[in-house]
C-alpha cells in the first residue's frame, strides 16, 4: 500500500483561509502547499505537479477561470485534478447549480463550497482524489 501523502495546491488570496484550510488537510494527511493568486500558483503547479488543486474563482489579477484555463492550454498541467473553491455562506439552489455547471464548463473536475464545516470540506476533497 503507498503511504505516500497526497500534494494539495491550494491557490487562494485569503491567508487566513489558506492557513485554516492547511492545517486541516494537514491533519487529515495530506501534504499541502499554497499559492497567493493565480499567477504564483499557475507557477508554483509547474514546479510541484499536485495531486490535486483546490484554487479560489475570485482573486485579483490572474482570477480562477483564467489560471484553469492557462493550466489547461498547458500540456505539463493539463492532467492535474483541479476544483474550485467557492464563497463563504449558502446560497439559493439555482446559483449553486450554475456554480457547478460553470465549473465543469471551464474544465473543473468539482467545486467546493467554502463552509464552516471543514470536516465536510475534507471529505468532498478525499473523494476528488480518490476519483
Do not use: H
Not at 514546479?47 to 480562477?64: C, F, K, R, Y
Not at 492557462?70 to 500540456?75: F, S, T, V
Not at 467554502?114 to 476533497?125: A, F, H, Q, R
Amino acid at each position: 500500500m503507498n503511504n505516500k501523502k497526497p500534494l494539495i495546491l491550494i491557490i487562494d488570496d485569503d491567508q487566513n483561509f489558506i492557513e485554516i484550510f492547511s492545517a486541516k488537510l494537514t491533519q487529515a494527511g495530506c501534504a499541502i502547499e499554497y499559492a497567493i493568486g493565480g499567477e504564483q500558483g499557475i507557477k508554483l503547479a509547474r514546479e510541484l505537479q499536485p495531486a490535486l488543486i483546490l484554487m479560489d474563482v475570485e482573486m485579483p489579477s490572474v482570477n480562477g477561470v483564467q489560471a484553469l484555463s492557462i493550466m489547461k492550454d498547458d500540456p505539463s498541467l493539463k492532467n492535474i485534478k483541479i476544483a474550485f473553491l467557492t464563497s463563504y455562506g449558502e446560497k439559493e439552489r439555482t446559483e449553486e447549480w450554475q456554480d457547478e455547471k460553470v465549473a465543469r464548463e471551464v474544465g473543473a473536475i468539482d467545486y467546493i463550497r467554502k463552509t464552516d464545516d471543514l470536516n465536510s470540506v475534507v471529505e468532498e476533497v478525499k473523494g476528488i482524489l480518490a476519483r
